[in-house]
C-alpha cells in the first residue's frame, strides 16, 4: 500500500532539509543534533534497501507560489502563501509497504523538533493497486 509523507515546517530562512534551518533544532546541544540526523539516515536507509521508497521533493518557499482560484466565474491568480499559517507544505516522501504500522513506523523518522509530518494513504487507482 502507498503512503504520502508530508512534511509540514517553517523554516527560517527557507532550506533543505527543513530540521538545519529551525529553531528548534538548532537549540539542541551538537551532540543530539548528530544523533538525530543518523537516526534518520540509517533509517531512510534501510527504507531504500528495503524497496520502500518511491519518490520525494523538496518545495521552494511559499512565498514563490502561486494561486489559482474560481471567483464570480473567473479564474483569479495571486502570489502564494496560500495559509498564513505557522507551518507549510515543505515536501513529500511517497512510499510503498505492506501494513500501515511500517508505514508509521516510517513516518516516525521524520518527525523532529518544530516540525509536523502527517501520513495519509494515497488512493488507490484501480484493482492492480
Do not use: C
Request: a negative charge; glycine letters at 10%; charged letters at 25%.
Amino acid at each position: 500500500m502507498k503512503y504520502v509523507i508530508l512534511i509540514h515546517s517553517n523554516p527560517q530562512p527557507w532550506g533543505h532539509p527543513t530540521a538545519d534551518y529551525l529553531p528548534e533544532h538548532q537549540a539542541l546541544p551538537a551532540a543530539e543534533r548528530n544523533r538525530l540526523n543518523k537516526d534518520f539516515e540509517d533509517g531512510f536507509a534501510q527504507v531504500v534497501e528495503r524497496g520502500e521508497f518511491v519518490h520525494a521533493e523538496a518545495l521552494g518557499a511559499p512565498s514563490t507560489s502561486r494561486l489559482f482560484r474560481w471567483r464570480d466565474g473567473d479564474r483569479v491568480v495571486a502570489d502564494g502563501p496560500y495559509a498564513e499559517g505557522k507551518e507549510h507544505f515543505a515536501g513529500f516522501f511517497l512510499i510503498d509497504v505492506e501494513t500501515q504500522e511500517r508505514a508509521e513506523q516510517i513516518a516516525g523518522l521524520f518527525s523532529g523538533p518544530g516540525e509536523t509530518v502527517e501520513l495519509r494513504p494515497v488512493m488507490s487507482g484501480g484493482p492492480e493497486d
